[in-house]
């Protein structure tokens, strides 16, 4: 599959895009800055066998080439990332793992006036758009330590079971178990528990806190 990554030049976006294209998926890695993507993409096929596909560009365009779009951007970036390519999102699948973190101390969640960042997302791009929110719980320290696995769920909220089925095929693509967590509207949920796993890290001293699902 084809997939853009808006914001793949930072760390969480440049992990999946990483572990995407050794699983044999052609990765766009979107920027601000065309070049800054070029030189991304680059860096990556630099660690990748040369079947590898991977590219970089700026996230409309990037947006226009790919079938699937992922949202890995700041919070605070969220808003003016998909004004830029909302109508090129039209009849196709984004998946967001933004999380809105605290201002002061990520480690402490600071529950949303109205809706998540996911619901924020799908009511911008509006219906045309299908929205999936996963990804937020795992720690770009795991995509990138590329000898290993991620040992960690990922929990998919989404409205609709064949696009949720979609993403689950890329988290095993990517080494890690997705667990269907029900609508959209449980994405908060998801977004919330990782300033649990902030705080972990923080007293625990690592990098990698993630989640299991037991019992399924
Ligand atoms: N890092 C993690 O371990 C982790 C884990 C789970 C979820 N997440 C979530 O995943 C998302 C990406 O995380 P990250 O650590 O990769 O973030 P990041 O490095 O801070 O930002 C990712 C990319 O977003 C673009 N960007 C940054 N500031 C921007 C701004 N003010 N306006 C527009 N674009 C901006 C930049 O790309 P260009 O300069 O190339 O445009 C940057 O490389 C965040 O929402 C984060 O909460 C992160």
């Known amino acids: 599959m084809k997939i853009a990554i808006l914001g793949g030049t930072g760390n969480e976006g440049y992990g999946l895009g990483f572990r995407w294209a050794e699983a044999g998926h052609e990765i766009v890695i979107g920027s601000r800055l065309a070049e800054k993507g070029a030189q991304a993409a680059a860096d990556m096929l630099a660690k990748l066998p040369d079947t590898a596909r991977v590219s970089g560009t700026d996230n409309l365009t990037?947006?226009?080439?790919?079938?699937?779009?992922?949202?890995?951007?700041?919070?605070?970036?969220?808003?003016k990332t998909l004004a830029t390519v909302t109508e090129a999102l039209a009849g196709k699948l984004l998946v967001t793992v933004?999380?809105?973190?605290?201002?002061?101390?990520?480690?402490?969640?600071?529950?949303?006036?109205?809706?998540?960042a996911a619901e924020e997302a799908q009511q911008q791009v509006g219906d045309g758009v299908r929205v999936v929110a996963a990804f937020q719980n795992i720690s770009a320290h795991h995509l990138l330590d590329a000898d290993n696995d991620v040992d960690c769920d990922v929990l998919i909220c989404g409205d609709k079971g064949a696009d949720k089925d979609v993403v689950a095929q890329l988290c095993a693509d990517a080494g890690m178990r997705g667990v269907n967590a029900g609508p959209l509207q449980n994405a908060g949920v998801a977004e919330g528990l990782t300033s649990v796993l902030i705080g972990i890290n923080i007293r625990h001293k690592i990098k990698n806190a993630g989640i299991r699902i037991t019992g399924i």
């Open 62 to 79: 990037a947006t226009q080439e790919a079938e699937l779009v992922v949202l890995s951007v700041p919070y605070s970036a969220q808003e």
């Open 98 to 116: 933004v999380v809105p973190l605290g201002e002061k101390a990520a480690r402490v969640w600071r529950p949303p006036s109205g809706l998540s």
